[in-house]
Structure formats: structure tokens, C-alpha cells
């Protein structure tokens, strides 16, 4: 069975860095697109961005220069960073296996990180 | 970007009772539309794909329909278990983009 687990810290200071990792099991992310969505208070669903099977990425422009999404193969991890955040980046983020003929069909449980001093 | 309004914000039916939630795209996606269903304090669950193709695993009370720009979740039946957050969501550009959801209570 295919599982997604994120994982990070849940509180993150402003103009810092948040960094959550997405462990995958059951199916290797050397196949498929990963990636990275976020759910804001309000219930407002951004789609961040994907990593593929071969590594290469696509991400959402409203995030510009400020998102990178990286991999390691060999710990079946994939990665999410955002640079300079504000308390406007403050959600849950999920990461989820996705397809564009298919949709999302395989979630992780979610991560709520909050940007706060 | 591709903006999809998603209607109704919210809405209460009785147990039994057919429902539809509707999303507009701003343009046609040839039928590249998810619709997803999100339980209180859980993570969402694909239930069509393709505008209209169920998921394994998914009750055959749930549909969906449509074409072009517009698109359609049926839930024929409610049951006490489908109260929740429904999304639609398009890939037919990037960047992918969501629905605005529809909150479904039991009336």
C-alpha cells in the first residue's frame, strides 16, 4: 500500500526558512509525480509544486524564486523548502502523489506549520 | 491561471436525498477535473477523476459529469458518512488549481 507521511516542524518565525520532509512507502518516487500542496485557514487549497520521476520540477509562480522542492531516491524522501516565509504561508501542507489524467490519488496525513515570533 | 468557482459554499441535505456541487472553470479543461472529498481533521480523498471516472474504492453513489468549462459531483443518496469538505481541482494547466469547496452538512 502506498503511504505519504510529512514531516517538520510545526512553527516557523517569519523571514525563516520551513523545511518539511514527505516519506514515502510502498511505491518508489522514481516513478510519478510528487507534490506539494497547502490548505490555508479559510479552506483555500494552493497547489505548490511537483518533483517528477526523473527530478525535474514545476512549480506554482505565485511562490516565484521563493520554493524549492529536491528528492533523495535512496531514502524514498522528497523535500519541500520555502524561503523567507510570512504568516500569510502559514497552513497545513500536504504532499501527495499526482497525476494529471488521474488526480491525487495518495495523500500524506498533512502538517500544520504555523509562522509566528 | 485557470480560476475554478466551486458552488455551492456550503449545503445541508437529508439522509437519502440526491445532492450536486458544480465548479465552473474560467476556461474549457477538457475534462481534466478531480473532485475530492476531505473528512474533519483528515487528509483529502480523490474520489472522481477525469471529470467522470470513479476511484477504486469509491461508493457508486458518487458521480461525476460534465464538459468544456462546466463540471458536476452528484451524490445520489446521502449517507451519514459523506458529510464533509468537497474540492474540484483541474490539471489541464499548470499551475493545477482548486475549487473554493463546498462544505456538505446532513440537514
Known amino acids: 500500500e502506498v503511504q505519504l507521511q510529512e514531516s517538520g516542524p510545526g512553527l516557523v518565525k517569519p523571514s525563516q526558512s520551513l523545511s518539511l520532509t514527505c516519506s514515502v512507502t510502498g511505491y518508489s518516487i522514481t516513478s510519478n509525480y510528487w507534490g506539494w500542496i497547502r490548505k490555508f485557514p479559510g479552506n483555500k487549497m494552493e497547489w505548490m509544486g511537483y518533483?517528477?520521476?526523473?527530478?525535474?520540477?514545476s512549480y506554482n509562480p505565485s511562490l516565484k524564486s521563493r520554493i524549492s522542492i529536491t528528492r533523495d531516491t535512496s531514502k524514498n524522501q522528497f523535500f519541500l523548502q520555502l524561503n523567507s516565509v510570512t504568516t500569510e504561508d502559514t497552513a497545513t501542507y500536504y504532499c501527495a502523489r499526482e497525476s494529471r489524467t488521474m488526480g491525487m490519488d495518495y495523500w500524506g496525513q498533512g502538517v500544520m506549520v504555523t509562522v509566528s515570533s | 491561471d485557470i480560476q475554478m468557482t466551486q458552488s455551492p459554499a456550503s449545503l445541508s441535505a437529508s439522509l437519502g436525498e440526491t445532492v450536486s456541487i458544480e465548479c465552473l472553470a474560467s476556461e474549457g479543461i477538457s475534462n481534466d477535473l478531480a473532485w475530492y472529498q476531505q473528512k474533519s481533521g483528515k487528509s483529502p480523498q480523490l474520489l472522481i477523476y477525469?471529470?467522470?471516472r470513479l476511484q477504486d474504492g469509491v461508493p457508486s453513489r458518487f458521480s461525476g459529469s460534465g464538459s468544456g468549462t462546466r463540471y458536476s459531483l452528484k451524490i445520489s443518496g446521502m449517507q451519514p458518512e459523506d458529510e464533509a469538505d468537497y474540492f474540484c481541482?483541474?490539471?489541464?494547466?499548470?499551475?493545477?488549481?482548486f475549487g473554493s469547496g463546498t462544505k456538505l452538512e446532513i440537514k
Open positions: 518533483i517528477s520521476y526523473s527530478g525535474s520540477t
Open positions: 477525469a471529470a467522470s
Open positions: 481541482q483541474q490539471s489541464y494547466k499548470y499551475p493545477l488549481t
